[in-house]
């Protein structure tokens, strides 16, 4: 057990223990104040989603605490849990039944073992290109060509989503910074709070002002409002953190900007997902947020950007 | 000890959801029958159910299939007691007479407390859609008037672990048990069976 080194990152947990005392204040008194029928229902899943961010922030630290190959695992178990939800949607047939035993227990154990052992060259490229690959090769074999290219496309998807992507938050442990040395947890950190807590703003401004829907057509919740006040406190907040990452204050900001946008477009695309499918929520393991895809949406497409940002201009 | 980590782990794999349209505790004996497309279907139904009625709820299986091996027979025996009714051999005499033979035993081994599962398609669907009812529902619920009568359905058990595959994909499954099916005297076979399947179709379009 290595208790957390950095101070900057005992400073970023000590802040995030501050924010969900005073959220789940915040919720009690809503508690006590509702009256109607409707605000009652928000409340009540408001107080659900204080409680569950409690558990996962509880989870995300105590993997940090541990180590480098508890937040390896942790990241590789949220990713076996997204692409149950994923694939559960999918419509597979049963010729796809091999290729997913292949998805589930091989490729992604082996994804977040190249993360383990910190091959770089592997894992950028084993999904994509080798797996990518070996998929089509498996699907093929099994002789079904009914829908074969959706059904292989699918499958692809899939673990591009639930697992490659995801995987670059633990990713981002592999990173030499110069510097910055032994605080790659900090910068893990500094990605989840900053992608999180745009969702948990755009969610409050949404709530507080959204009057204008962006796209009625995929996400009946999302306003210009909630994107545009979540985006702007969010990268605020981030670039507020800058001493904890290896940024200058503007380069935290240009990051955060980036980080919240790619965000929000994640959210959007796994909601077209949702819509093509027809459900409103990939899962019902966290309450009052849904599945674990519902609340890693916009990591998913952020964290990929992030890591290879970082790895370009950070990089000697 | 043994059931209940079976039965934790049984959830993880098939990740069910579950509902329950009647009370899961009551204390009364019950016959769960559920649409069968997967060799999960028993132990998802059984480790849906909460510990108490467990230990009381029976599967039927062919003993064929779980006197063969040493821990089959263990788990047959000694974890689910299953009710293990001979399946029809190619010399075993006429189908009635084996059926009504099959049904007896069933009758007869719940006893004063015990609940059964069992699967009336007889056989498990390749592609999921739920096949007609074989007559043993009926003659166990003539058998037995004093159970109630459960419908269980199962959803997506047949993509987790189809016909013909020996490992399962984790993917998630939701299990449905519905109102308990009341008691209509005098019905006939076919009436019944309708209707008992149709119970457990209902509960497939509305969740």
Redesign the interface.
Known sequence: MTLIQDPALRTLIAGVLALLVFSSVVGWILDRRVSSASARSTVDNINARIRAWWVMAGLFVIALTAGTVVSILLFALTS?LAL??F??LAP?K?GD??T??WS?FVVTPVQYYLIWMQWYGLFSILIPVYVSIFLAIRTTLAGDTDRFLERSATNQWALMICVYFVSYVPALLMLRIPGYEGQAPTLMFFLVLVVQLSDVLQYIWGKALGTRRIAPSISPNKTWEGFVGGVVSATLLGTAVWWATPFSPLAAALMALVLTTMGFVGGLIMSAIKRDRGVKDY??LIGGHGGVLDRIDSLCFAAPVFFHLTRYFYLP | MIDTALASLCRLVAGSTVEWRCDPYASAQRIYFGNHSSHLDFIVIWSSLPPSRRRHARPVAGRDYWEQGRVRRYLASEVFRAVLVERRGADAGSAVEHARAAVEQMACEMGCHDSLIVFPEGTRSANGEVGPFKSGLYHLSRARPDAELVPVHLENLNRILPKGEALPVPMMSRVTFGPVLPVRSGEQKAAFLERARSALLRLEACT
């Open positions: 076996f149950r939800e694939v559960t597979t049963p039944h091999r997913l035993f589930f899962g019902t």
